[in-house]
């Protein structure tokens, strides 16, 4: 029963790829129409949060990345945690540039909509600084 659990999740995650190439073939081929390449997702790739890890990490993450990467995405925005962030360009984990000039990987943006960070029911400001280079607070 987990085996067909699991094939019904890698299935999904195909046809999720598929779906993504299909968008981004022909983006790359006009970049003169379509200047910026924007991918948009509920959980961020990377992200500061001490109270929560970042949801899209592991097979979906890798995925993505190289995808996003292959193709030319300028800019990944997501939400999903409570607290903004804004990224330099990072690919597989590290920055790839410390401006966001031509770029070549993607900026990352988490809207942070909610704005606060929440643990045990309490908001708690638990972002106090970056974690790592690719992270850039303001």
Request: proline share 5%; aromatic share 10%.
């Given at each position: 029963?987990?085996?067909?659990?699991?094939?019904?999740?890698?299935?999904?995650?195909e046809?999720?790829r598929?779906?993504?190439?299909?968008?981004?073939?022909?983006?790359?081929?006009?970049?003169?129409?379509?200047p910026?390449?924007?991918?948009?997702?509920?959980?961020?790739?990377?992200?500061?949060?001490?109270?929560?890890?970042?949801?899209?990490?592991?097979a979906?993450?890798?995925?993505?990345?190289?995808?996003?990467?292959?193709?030319?995405?300028?800019?990944?925005i997501?939400?999903?945690?409570?607290?903004?962030?804004?990224?330099y360009?990072?690919?597989?984990?590290?920055?790839?540039?410390?401006?966001?000039?031509?770029?070549?990987?993607?900026?990352?943006?988490?809207?942070?909509?909610?704005?606060?960070?929440?643990?045990?029911?309490?908001?708690?400001?638990m972002?106090?600084?970056?974690h790592?280079?690719?992270?850039?607070?303001?």
């Amino acid at each position: 029963r987990e085996r067909g659990r699991e094939r019904e999740r890698e299935r999904e995650r195909e046809r999720r790829r598929r779906d993504v190439i299909i968008m981004l073939i022909p983006s790359k081929k006009n970049r003169t129409i379509r200047p910026w390449i924007i991918a948009v997702g509920h959980r961020p790739h990377y992200c500061s949060n001490w109270d929560e890890i970042c949801d899209g990490v592991g097979a979906e993450r890798a995925m993505f990345e190289e995808m996003f990467f292959a193709y030319g995405v300028d800019l990944v925005i997501s939400g999903h945690m409570h607290s903004y962030e804004r990224l330099y360009p990072v690919y597989r984990g590290k920055a790839t540039s410390f401006d966001y000039n031509n770029p070549r990987s993607p900026a990352h943006v988490i809207t942070g909509a909610a704005g606060c960070n929440e643990q045990f029911g309490w908001c708690l400001n638990m972002m106090v600084m970056p974690h790592g280079t690719q992270s850039k607070l303001i």
